[in-house]
Nanobody
C-alpha cells in the first residue's frame, strides 16, 4: 500500500504564498503522475495541477501563472508552490499519485489519495 502525507497548508492573506508538500511512502515500485486536487466547501473536487514522471505539467486555468507544481522522484515527493493567493483558492488540497506497487512479488498499479491539508486565504 501507499501512504500520502500532505503538509504546508494554513491561513494566509490574499496575495500571499504557501508551499504544499506531499510525501509518498510504502512498497512503491514507481510513480507515474502526481497531482494536487482541491475541494472547496459545497463544491466538487477539482484538479489544480498535475505532473507526469517525464515532467510534463497540467494546470487548471484558474491557477495558471500563479501555481507551480514540481516533484522530487528521489524522495517520492510532489510540491505545489502557490503565489498570489486569492480567497477563491480556499479549499482542502489533496495529493494524488498514480503508483505501481509490489504486492507478493506482483506489480500492481493503483490510484492513491492523501487526507488533505486546509488552505484558507482570508484577510
Amino acid at each position: 500500500q501507499v501512504q500520502l502525507v500532505e503538509s504546508g497548508g494554513g491561513l494566509v492573506q490574499p496575495g500571499g504564498s504557501l508551499r504544499l508538500s506531499c510525501a509518498a511512502s510504502g512498497s512503491i515500485f514507481s510513480i507515474y503522475e502526481m497531482g494536487w486536487y482541491r475541494q472547496a466547501l459545497g463544491k466538487q473536487r477539482e484538479l489544480v495541477a498535475a505532473i507526469t514522471s517525464g515532467g510534463s505539467t497540467n494546470y487548471a486555468d484558474s491557477v495558471k501563472g500563479r501555481f507551480t507544481i514540481s516533484r522530487d522522484d528521489a524522495e517520492n515527493t510532489v510540491f505545489l508552490q502557490m503565489n498570489s493567493l486569492k480567497p477563491e483558492d480556499t479549499a482542502v488540497y489533496h495529493c494524488n499519485a498514480d503508483c505501481v506497487t509490489v504486492v507478493a512479488g506482483t506489480r500492481v498499479r493503483g490510484d492513491y489519495w492523501g487526507q488533505g491539508t486546509q488552505v484558507t486565504v482570508s484577510s
